[in-house]
C-alpha cells in the first residue's frame, strides 16, 4: 500500500490548547488573536518522506506554531 504523502495531519485539541496558552492566544507572526491555526514548521508531507521523522516530529509541540488564518495560508505558501 502507497503512503500517501499529502495527508493532512492534525494536532490534537489538547496540543493546540497548551501552544495557545503558552504564547498567550496571539498569532506568532503578527499577533493577532483570532483564528488561530496549528501550523507545521516542517510540513507533514516533507516528514512523511523521511522515515526517521515519522511519527515523532509531525505531532510533535516544537514542530507546531500557531498562527491566524492569513499568516498560515502565507507560512504554507512559501513551502
Known amino acids: 500500500m502507497a503512503t500517501n ?3 493532512a495531519y492534525n494536532f490534537h ?9 503558552h504564547v498567550h492566544g496571539k498569532c506568532e507572526e503578527c ?3 483570532t483564528n488561530l491555526e496549528a501550523h507545521h514548521l ?3 508531507y516533507i516528514a512523511r518522506r523521511n522515515p526517521v521523522l515519522i ?3 509531525i505531532s510533535s509541540m516544537e ?3 500557531m498562527l491566524c488564518e492569513d499568516c498560515h495560508h502565507e507560512a504554507d505558501q512559501k513551502q
Not at 485539541?13 to 496558552?21: A, D, G, L, N, Y
Request: proline residues 4%.
Open 42 to 44: 516542517i510540513s507533514v
Open 13 to 21: 485539541t489538547h496540543q493546540k490548547k497548551e501552544r495557545i496558552s
Open 31 to 33: 499577533g493577532q488573536k
Open 55 to 57: 511519527p515523532n516530529l
Open 5 to 7: 504523502y499529502r495527508e
Open 63 to 65: 514542530n507546531m506554531m
